[in-house]
Nanobody
Framework: QVQLVESGGGLVQAGGSLGLSCAAS????????VGWFRQAPGKEREFVAT????????DYADSVKGRFTISRDNAKNTAYLHMNILKPEDTAVYYC???????????????????WGQGTQVTVSS
């Protein structure tokens, strides 16, 4: 069972930057694809970004492409989401998720993820 803990959320002004971290409890994180999702108040949770187990492949939602960067450091069992040019509409609870299949690639589907963090709040003021 992989436990994920997000950190790095907070309040930032529009146009600013923020970095999120996702720390995993198990070494097996090394082999798992990772995704970031977010849920704004009153809205469904949505896909943000994903990275393959090796880090060689990434994919982004159109709404964040060019502004957000997903990465990982497998030696530290940690994934990251660096967010630039933040907008008020980026305000949401951000969740990190990991897939349960070894050597897994990228996926935008929530159903493909087996492990979820508790979420971290990101608030962008206008």
């Amino acid at each position: 069972q992989v436990q994920l803990v997000e950190s790095g959320g907070g309040l930032v002004q529009a146009g600013g930057s923020l970095g999120l971290s996702c720390a995993a409890s198990e070494r097996t994180f090394y082999y798992l694809g990772v995704g970031w999702f977010r849920q704004a108040p009153g809205k469904e949770r949505e896909f943000v970004a994903t990275i393959s187990w090796s880090g060689s492949r990434t994919d982004y939602a159109d709404s964040v492409k060019g502004r957000f960067t997903i990465s990982r450091d497998n030696a530290k069992n940690t994934a990251y989401l660096h967010m630039n040019i933040l907008k008020p509409e980026d305000t949401a609870v951000y969740y990190c998720a990991a897939r349960g299949t070894y050597y897994s690639g990228t996926s935008y589907r929530e159903a493909d993820y087996d492990y979820w963090g508790q979420g971290t709040q990101v608030t962008v003021s206008s």
